[in-house]
């Protein structure tokens, strides 16, 4: 079989790096080039000591005809402009950034208070493998979903499709992340000697920029806009995610079940059995999302979904997505490293 010749953009910050080790493993795929505008002229392994030799570009150095694919591993804002680029060269395209997550530009610029820099790319298919597996097939343009709407979606996307959320009810998710989602970019209130032995909430509320991809989402099966309270915080760990959701629904125990047969066939997605409960350490460093349900008497559910937030919630999950645009088996590369089973 031809290998796939494949592009990524921002090779040096955290979910670029773990992309990047994922593509080196895929049977079918050959590494064309990387970006990095900050380390441009010197190696990747200058910048990750693991890595191979391999030279590092800057954006406008790169030839898009050379490959198939590109990732686009960039900051907010900043991915829109090489995606229309692309989609001029004849590439494929996998977004991490936000750029292309939200459907109307209107609730870009609401969520991330910047106009979007290229309206007419929207919409394009978001890449929930779990939710969307049909149209990523074939896709020429695939958003990859935010770390936290993802942890958030494979709770509830699965009520919403069945009608089982009550109406008119908040959704209250307190998650909790750990450093790398905040980017590599040094900022003080990531230093170690202000994150160690803490806990720190950020925009809560109705002020975290996922809320308007989850919203989208969850709008598509019909629950309203501005149902979601989301509490973020920091955790003083350098990956994972842990997300808490208080799911109002008209029927606790068959809320349950709609979770567990939603995802009893996921190759990427596990539900614990009741009375087990989801933690970080069954999905660091792992592909896998790995879900708990608790139903508490009347109508609320309490879904605990953990994911690492670099790689269910960027590259694997990026990774994933090209599995089915490209006609691959979904977990190519990405099954080994770890067996879901052993949990």
Not at 116 to 121: G, S
Not at 152 to 157: A, D, I, K, Q, T
Not at 204 to 215: D, K, L, N, S, V
Request: proline share 8%; hydrophobic share 45%.
């Amino acid at each position: 079989m031809k290998n796939i010749t494949v592009g990524v953009y921002g090779g040096t910050g955290y979910s670029g790096w773990e992309l990047i080790q994922l593509l080196l493993l895929h049977p079918h795929v050959e590494l064309k080039f990387i970006t990095s505008e900050r380390k441009a002229g010197k190696n990747l392994a200058d910048v990750w000591p693991r890595a191979p030799g391999f030279p590092l570009q800057s954006a406008s150095e790169v030839d898009l005809k050379s490959v198939d694919y590109v990732f686009l591993c960039l900051p907010h804002t900043q991915s829109a402009p090489i995606a229309t680029q692309a989609k001029a060269a004849g590439c494929s395209v996998i977004d991490l950034s936000a750029d292309l997550r939200l459907n109307d530009p209107a609730d870009f610029a609401l969520w991330y208070g910047v106009p979007h820099a290229a309206p007419d790319l929207l919409p394009v298919v978001y890449g929930l493998s779990e939710f969307y597996r049909e149209t990523i097939m074939g896709a020429k343009l695939v958003a990859n979903p935010g770390c936290y709407a993802t942890a958030v979606l494979l709770g509830l996307l699965p009520l919403a499709q069945a009608g089982l959320l009550a109406a008119d009810v908040p959704i209250i998710v307190d998650a909790k992340s750990g450093t790398t989602g905040a980017g590599r970019a040094p900022k003080q209130h990531l230093l170690f000697s202000e994150v160690s032995a803490n806990l720190t909430p950020y925009k809560i509320g109705r002020a975290h920029p996922h809320i308007g991809e989850i919203e989208q989402q969850l709008a598509v099966s019909g629950v309203g806009k501005g149902c979601l309270i989301f509490s973020p915080h920091l955790l003083p760990t350098d990956r994972g995610i842990l997300a808490s959701i208080y799911a109002p629904v008209q029927d606790a125990q068959q809320a349950a079940a709609a979770i567990q047969q939603a995802h009893q066939f996921e190759p990427m997605v596990k539900v614990l059995p009741q009375g087990e409960l989801a933690s970080l350490a069954h999905v660091i460093r792992t592909p896998y999302a790995v879900l708990s349900v608790t139903p508490v008497p009347g109508n609320m559910l309490i879904i605990m979904s953990a994911v690492d937030n670099l790689l269910k919630g960027a590259a694997s999950q990026a990774l994933q997505n090209f599995n089915l645009m490209a006609g691959f088996p979904e977990t190519t590369a990405l099954l080994p490293p770890s067996n879901i089973e052993t949990l």
